[in-house]
């Protein structure tokens, strides 16, 4: 277990995050790290011009934004954080310091400066450690440092350039690019630490840990302690200096000495005997889902949100269960990071942690809950017969169910108002958390109407009338949907939504200037997607636009494993990578314009219906565009 035990040092600590970043939170929690982001309210405005180097300004900004988070978390949130964790990543090219860009202007004039020329990121680090003396008394000791990785751009044309920062990509990105998604394709090559690129440096941060958390060598008789404790390996071998010293490593018991030169020539003598951490992780996954499951649907998320913090006891008898039985659930939610639990006077308490709050309770705008009950009900009952369904190559809705599924939609979710208000929750909690990501991915400023082709709840539309000002959505689903609607009607309603009910095999669709498919096209065979790809393409004159939203399976359908986790228990359909999207659509004639990957669980592509006569530009998108799509 050579990879991961520094990061589970942390383990039990409240360690924070004071970053935003979708790409640092993806990077920490890929590696195994447990935490919690508290977004810091710290203005990057220092003066540039204060500052020798631009690391010194990177170090500075990371170092002010940890501190920020770890000062207002007692107060605001009333809870002391034991690690904060800033970061702030800069590019530099000609003396000068990018940051993100303000608007597309800006994202031009950074892109044309960093076009044919090698050019350096810095990420600086800031990881303040937070140790309360007394009371309310707390020491904060910073650790902090900087990372720098080269990159060089290929030469950029005036095209490739503004196709680029039209994908909207460039805008929350230091330098305007992106470089693990479509800012990848202009870049000639990198230098140094990838991951510093992307927003964190990864591998410099984890031999901070180990010098921090390394701790001086004990008597023999804290050994035993130590034989269970993963963590002490990598604590070791990644402290930076450990090169030709002496590490320990304890592994079933034995005791094997050796220098880290040692390590490198025996191999993994002494490792081989653990289990790798991800193995272990799946042999324990589906007891943590169903932890999970089992505590949103006891509301233990919810009643520790009205009280704020209660005893076990108190959590026991508000969820009418046994003291024992909650015992154990509460702890193995504390241990996922789901809950805390902490002491307060006298007592213990349980609470719910800062993700659970915006996540996992109920009535919270951000809530996932009717998602989370949907996998509870529906899906865990249908993994449960996974050997079935591979053997037959069949959906086991009959099995799990007791009932034939021959359609989909009307057998398995909508036979009883109950399923069917309990998934259209669930469409309704995925699309309120995603609609945002996938209605601002593109400039749609060209369509001023549009048909969301099986739009559910309605949660989608609403925030694509949100995003464009100009547009009107109208949302198509089965009548048993649009009977429903108004169980899930936001607060604020919008005239520019309206309702149809309707079978989009069988009836006629909405007139629309542009055709939303969110989450549609994934539930079908190519069959079925010719025969409302056909039906659509009628509807549809030149110019019109058609957005696909799905988890796109990247081109070697190796990733990313939700997808295909996803398709085990699909009844017809099958995911599909952009290729694989575009190939069925281009037979339609719908050509793809923009890819968007937008880091919250779905991704965005947009077609455009070709005038068979006319293979030049439309809407403004130039065929450059059309092949930078084609070679995503
Ligand atoms: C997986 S859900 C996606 C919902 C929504 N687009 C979203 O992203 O949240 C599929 C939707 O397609 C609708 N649907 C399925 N078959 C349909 C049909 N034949 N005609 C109209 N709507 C249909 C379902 O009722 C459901 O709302």
Redesign the pocket.
């Known amino acids: 277990m050579l990879l991961n035990p520094v990061i589970s040092k942390l383990s039990g600590k409240l360690v924070v995050l004071a970053s935003a970043s979708p790409r640092r939170l993806e990077i920490l929690s890929n590696a195994g790290l447990r935490f919690e982001v508290v977004p810091s309210w710290f203005k990057e405005t220092l003066d540039k011009s204060l500052f020798k180097n631009p690391y010194d300004y990177a170090v500075e900004t990371a170092k002010q934004k940890a501190l920020e988070v770890a000062h207002r978390m007692p107060f605001k949130h009333l809870k002391s954080p034991d690690v904060v964790i800033g970061a702030d990543t800069v590019v530099t090219v000609d003396g000068l310091i990018l940051e993100k860009p303000t608007d597309k202007e800006d994202a031009y004039r950074m892109l044309s400066r960093l076009s044919g020329k090698e050019h350096s990121v810095f990420t600086g680090v800031a990881i303040v450690l937070c140790h309360d003396k007394s009371g309310s008394d707390t020491d904060y000791k910073v650790v902090d440092f900087y990372e720098e990785t080269k990159v060089k751009f290929a030469e950029l044309s005036e095209e490739m350039l503004w196709e680029y920062i039209n994908s909207g990509e460039p805008m929350d990105k230091a330098g305007g690019y992106g470089i693990q998604a479509l800012g990848g394709m202009l870049v000639e090559y990198v230098k140094g630490d990838f991951l510093n690129v992307v927003g964190f440096p990864l591998n410099h941060f984890c031999k901070q840990l180990g010098l921090i958390f390394n701790s001086p060598p004990e008597s023999p008789a804290h050994k035993v302690k130590r034989e269970s404790d993963e963590a002490w390996t990598l604590v070791n071998s990644l402290s930076e200096g450990a090169a030709n010293e002496e590490v320990e490593l304890l592994e079933n018991g034995k005791d094997c000495r050796m220098s880290m030169q040692e390590q490198n020539v025996i191999g993994m003598e002494c490792s081989r005997q653990h289990i790798p951490h991800s193995i272990i992780s799946l042999l324990n996954g589906f007891k943590a889902s169903k932890t999970l499951f089992t505590a949103s649907k006891l509301k233990v998320f919810d009643v520790l949100n009205s009280s704020n913090s209660l005893t076990l006891e108190e959590v026991a008898g508000q969820i009418n269960a046994s003291v024992l039985g909650t015992e154990r659930l509460l702890e193995a939610a504390v241990s996922l990071g789901l809950l805390e639990w902490v002491k307060q006077q006298n007592t213990s308490v349980y609470r719910n942690t800062e993700q659970a709050s915006r996540f996992l309770v109920s009535d919270s705008p951000e809530s996932l809950n009717g998602y989370i009950l949907h996998c509870n009900d529906m899906v865990w009952p249908l993994f449960s017969h996974l050997e079935n369904a591979v053997r037959e190559g069949t959906s086991q809705h009959e099995r799990a169910f007791g009932k034939k599924n021959e359609e ?3 057998d398995a ?2 036979s009883k108002d109950e399923v069917k208000i309990r ?2 929750d669930a ?2 909690s ?2 309120r958390v ?2 945002k990501d996938v209605a601002t991915a593109f400039e749609l400023s060209p369509y001023k109407t549009a048909c ?6 309605g ?2 539309a609403y925030e694509f009338t949100k995003a464009h000002p100009g547009l009107s959505v109208i949302v ?3 009548p ?2 649009i009977e429903m609607r108004r169980h899930f009607q936001p607060k604020e309603t919008d005239d520019r939504v309206s309702f149809v009910a ?6 006629d669709l909405p007139k629309a200037d542009l055709y ?5 096209l ?2 079908w065979s190519d069959e079925k997607l010719h025969v409302l790809l056909s039906k659509l393409s009628k509807m549809c004159t030149p110019g019109c636009g058609l957005l696909v ?1 799905e988890i796109f399976l990247d081109e070697e359908r190796k990733r990313p494993s939700r997808a295909l986790l996803q398709a085990l228990s699909m009844t017809e359909g099958k995911q599909r990578s952009p290729t694989e999207y575009s190939d069925v659509l281009e037979k339609h004639g719908f050509t793809p314009k923009h890819i968007k990957h937008t880091d919250n669980l ?1 991704d965005a592509m947009l077609f455009v219906k070709e005038d068979p006569n006319d293979k030049r530009t439309l809407l403004g998108c130039s065929s450059a565009s059309i092949e930078t799509a084609e070679l995503e």
């Not at 969301?452 to 709840?457: H, K, L, P, Q, S």
């Not at 939303?516 to 549609?520: E, F, K, P």
Request: proline share 0%; net charge negative.
């Open positions: 989909v939609f009307q979710f909508y998934f259209m469409m309704h995925i699309a995603t609609g969301d082709i099986g739009g559910c709840t949660a989608m198509f689903d089965l048993q949907v309707g079978d989009f095999f069988k009836d939303i498919l969110a989450r549609i994934h539930d939203s779905l």
